[in-house]
């Protein structure tokens, strides 16, 4: 049986390292989190995010001074030690490049990663209507033709009850193109009072999420449909005031591991510290159980074994 890979996101532009300035004069991925990731026994690393800058270029977090190769320390630490280097286009709050970019363009870009980072899994996290993935599926059929050991994924808004109408109309286009994609669910920020219990609503998410791809890949079974699964939680606490506690890994996991589902991120490694206030911020999980860094890493890990 397959086992379920952990994989944390990471915003690379968050705590940047500046110190070495002499080597990096527009500052680096810090290296706390390759360090970590390493230590831990994280399987990948999902760089977020990969976005169009203000002149359509390529670039991490809308910023034009940090170019797809700013993140090649981070990546080049990772693979050294063993981990595994996934980059994540888009995102909630910036423009795809999809958006701005030729199917030539975005080839381009897309074999540039695999190159400069030795990615080996490319994803899409489309949820703000700011990519163009008719482009975006174009360009990925030529990317896979010339690197097909590359895998993919598609990350998209989840509720326990499913992907929203337009995350099904993505995985339907995708599977048209013939992409061979995982589907990622962003089981975190429901904004609904029946849905507080958020290791409960993971696995519910992820159940549904399954049954939705039974619809979509009707010849597939049941553990190839998990095969496909992947599910990413926010710890800690959510821009809608619930908290993913400590006790809702054993929940997740337990779900995970029983059906061999592919793989399970968080949003996000940045955020695994300590600390915070009443309201989600970037860099700390906000729940009073968590006293050390990377906790929630370390006990995913744990629980995965």
């Known amino acids: 049986m397959t086992k379920t890979k952990f994989a944390p996101f990471i915003d690379v ?6 110190s070495d300035w002499q080597n990096y004069p527009q500052g680096r991925p810090n290296k706390i989190y390759s360090d970590a990731a390493i230590n831990i026994g994280i399987d990948m690393l999902f760089f977020g995010f990969l976005t169009a800058a203000s002149n359509n270029q390529a670039c991490w ?22 981990v595994k280097v996934a980059v994540s286009f888009g995102g909630a709050a910036n423009a795809d490049i999809s958006n701005v970019m030729t199917v030539e363009q975005l080839i381009t870009v897309y074999q540039q990663v695999i190159d400069q980072l030795g990615a080996t899994h490319l994803d899409f996290d489309f949820e703000n209507g700011l990519y163009n993935e008719d482009k975006a ?20 808004p989840i509720m326990p009850t499913g992907l929203t109408g337009v995350g099904l109309a ?3 286009k995708a599977k048209a193109a013939g992409l061979q994609m995982k589907i990622n669910g962003m089981a975190m920020d429901y904004y609904s009072p029946s849905h507080t219990e958020m290791g409960v609503a993971a696995v519910q998410a992820a159940t549904s999420l399954k049954e939705q791809l039974a619809v979509i890949y009707p010849t597939l079974t049941e553990a ?8 990413t939680p926010m710890i800690g606490i959510n821009d809608d005031g619930t908290l993913f506690k400590f006790a809702d890994i054993d929940i997740l996991t337990a779900f995970a591991k029983t059906n061999a589902m592919d793989l399970i ?28 860094q990377f906790e929630y890493s370390t006990r995913f890990v744990a629980a995965l074994k």
Not at 13 to 18: D, K, P
Not at 61 to 82: H, K, R, V, Y
Not at 224 to 231: A, G, P, S
């Open 13 to 18: 532009s968050i705590n940047a390292e500046w």
């Open 61 to 82: 977090s809308a910023q034009p001074t940090m170019p797809i190769d700013w993140a090649q320390p981070l990546a080049q630490e990772l693979i050294a030690g063993g």
């Open 137 to 156: 599926f174009v360009a990925l059929q030529s990317i896979k033709a010339k690197n097909p050991s590359v895998t993919m994924s598609l990350t998209l």
């Open 170 to 172: 993505l995985v339907q």
């Open 224 to 231: 190839q449909l998990y095969e496909k699964v992947q599910i």
């Open 265 to 292: 991120a968080i949003w996000s490694l940045t955020r695994d510290n300590p600390g915070g206030g009443q309201w989600a911020d970037a860099e700390h999980s906000g729940n009073p159980e968590q006293t050390t």
